[in-house]
């Protein structure tokens, strides 16, 4: 399984191109790209050891959202449902330190620092398409490294079926979990085999810099050919079971969002169509594709499986 590699440069259109450079100047960030993560670190943290920068683009089709744009438009229910408003609700919340509680059916269970992780796996860019199943995208350069070094380090046991994610529960941080319209903390879930495809990752960084805490920061799971909501923010736990995991969504709307949520045109929300979406930062709409784009890299983890019924 080979993913095209596309430098970012190539795929990056002049004015997002020089909005980076504008971010990574304000980082302190000067020119070459290995360079890049290590000294975004900002002064007093521990800077990544190894930092390869893997570029993988969609598609030269695909041109990179600007950070304002990814940072600027989110959904972050524990904030606010006002995607222009989390980034305000959520400047003071603190990302770092920040640690994983790994448990489970696993034979090395353990609470894991995010700068620890970062130090051992080396981090990657690695740019993907994010599909909200609002039916908005944007494509979104992260800095992270695959779920599947972790698992592979905590050695699940031949029971484990499944991973759980739980995002952090604050409420005196998060003024969206003062309210009790949402089961809080916000759970997702993946297959095993889907959470050891080398496509899903945890991103701790964004632009070749730190993970804005808007973006999901301490640490957030990217699940780049499902619908967003599965790319759980702010991860405080992951749990390795053999029952298939509760998520948040599912829990409220299950006949609205299923547990797979794999982004596919021909299945439509039962309130809206999934056929196209529009691009944040462009005027006409896009056709939706199937797995958003990565059929090749995923879709034998579904050979059999009736996607109509497992939404
Ligand atoms: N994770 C948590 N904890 N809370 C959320 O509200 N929203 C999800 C997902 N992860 C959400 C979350 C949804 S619906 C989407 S589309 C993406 O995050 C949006 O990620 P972005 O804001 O970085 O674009």
Redesign the pocket.
Known sequence: MKIPLIPSSEITPKQAYLSRRDFMKAAGVVAGSVALVACAVPAGKTPPSATKIDSQAPSAEDVLNSFDE?TN??????FTTD?QG?ASLSKDFVTSPWDVEISGMVNNPGKFSVDDLTKKYPLEERIYR?R???AWS?V?PWLGFPLAKLLNDVEPTSSAKYVRFE?IYKPDDMP?QKQSTYPW??Q?GLRIDEAMNDLTLLATGLYGGELPA???GGI?LVVPWK????????IVKIELTDQQPAT??STIAPNEYGFYANVNPFVDHPRWSQASERRIGEFNRRDTIMFNGYSDQVSYLYDGMDLKKNY
């Open positions: 990814i438009y989110n959904n972050y229910y524990e995607k989390v994010l909200c199943v609002e944007m979104i995002t969206g903390p916000y997702e808007q973006s999901g957030r619908y967003g909501f599965k790319s759980i923010k702010a948040m969504w």
